[in-house]
């Protein structure tokens, strides 16, 4: 149970410190909605490489036959 809390208490850090309770406007986005996109295209890059690779396989054992 101890070796798991540092664990628990790192992915509970950021819901503790999500809101400051001061109201502000936003002049430009905040940095997690920047990694959030950022991630987004990550997988759509990992996503479209993986089926242009699925795809080129399928075409070569197709031509081969």
């Known amino acids: 149970m101890f070796r798991a809390l540092p664990l ?3 992915t509970a850090a950021p819901a503790f410190a999500a809101h400051s309770g001061e109201i502000s406007r936003r002049t ?3 940095l997690s909605d920047l990694a959030l996109a950022a991630m987004a295209a990550g997988g759509l890059w990992l996503a479209q490489r ?3 690779r699925r795809a080129r396989a399928r075409r070569e ?3 081969q036959d």
């Open 8 to 10: 628990i208490l790192l």
């Open 28 to 30: 430009m986005p905040e």
């Open 50 to 52: 993986a089926m242009r």
């Open 61 to 63: 054992a197709s031509s």
